[in-house]
Every structure is written in structure tokens, then in C-alpha cells.
């Protein structure tokens, strides 16, 4: 669920969807999509509360590093010459409301 709504939420600010769950070994890219000249690498992460941290913050430094692996996959494997950028989509879902926090650059292949 979270993962759609963050699809719609890129695509309703003019992001073009290239993939969604893609795979490089054991590992996943939640959405890969295309805004200007930029290639954006999207881990969404998605919580009923925020009671032990906002869900951004459940991005470690081990899945950053597996993000900047597998992006630099895609860029080879698929040709890429477009500038590279990660992004975090954090959905806070109750029973009341939905909150979408999208944190782009929210970190870097330097470490």
C-alpha cells in the first residue's frame, strides 16, 4: 500500500515511473523514476506510527550503501547518463489520516 501511494505521489509531481521493485541479486529497489535529467532511486519506507522514530530513519547506512550498489548497477547495466539521486518516501498510515514526507537527496554515494 505504501509503496502505491508513494507512485502516486511521484507521478502527481511530474516523476516518470521506470521501475518498481526492481532487483540486482538479493536485493530491491523500491521505484526508480525519471524527473528532468535525473535518475531518482526511491526507498520508501512505511509505518503506522511514528511512536519509535519516523520511518526515515529506519534507513540504515547498510541499505544506503546497498542502494548506491544497485544504482550503479542500473546505470551500467542500462546505459545511463543521467545525474543519479536518493531519495526516502516516508508514509506515516492510521486510521485517520496518511502523511507522505519525501525527502529528496536524503543521502549521497559519498559516505
Given at each position: 500500500m505504501g509503496e502505491a501511494l508513494a507512485q502516486e505521489h511521484l507521478q502527481k509531481n511530474g516523476y516518470e515511473i521506470l521501475e518498481t521493485n526492481w532487483h540486482c541479486g538479493h536485493n530491491e529497489v523500491d521505484i526508480i523514476?525519471?524527473?528532468d535529467d535525473t535518475l531518482v532511486?526511491?526507498?520508501v519506507k512505511t509505518r503506522k506510527t511514528s511512536a519509535f522514530g519516523e520511518p526515515q530513519l529506519f534507513v540504515t547506512k547498510e541499505k544506503q550503501r546497498s542502494y548506491i550498489?544497485?544504482?550503479?548497477?542500473?546505470?551500467q547495466r542500462y546505459?545511463?547518463?543521467e545525474e543519479v539521486r536518493f531519495d526516502?518516501?516516508?508514509i506515516l498510515m492510521n486510521n485517520s489520516q496518511t502523511e507522505i514526507t519525501h525527502i529528496e537527496g536524503a543521502f549521497s554515494t559519498i559516505m
Amino acid at each position: 500500500m505504501g509503496e502505491a501511494l508513494a507512485q502516486e505521489h511521484l507521478q502527481k509531481n511530474g516523476y516518470e515511473i521506470l521501475e518498481t521493485n526492481w532487483h540486482c541479486g538479493h536485493n530491491e529497489v523500491d521505484i526508480i523514476a525519471k524527473k528532468d535529467d535525473t535518475l531518482v532511486f526511491v526507498e520508501v519506507k512505511t509505518r503506522k506510527t511514528s511512536a519509535f522514530g519516523e520511518p526515515q530513519l529506519f534507513v540504515t547506512k547498510e541499505k544506503q550503501r546497498s542502494y548506491i550498489f544497485m544504482a550503479n548497477n542500473y546505470v551500467q547495466r542500462y546505459n545511463r547518463n543521467e545525474e543519479v539521486r536518493f531519495d526516502i518516501i516516508a508514509i506515516l498510515m492510521n486510521n485517520s489520516q496518511t502523511e507522505i514526507t519525501h525527502i529528496e537527496g536524503a543521502f549521497s554515494t559519498i559516505m
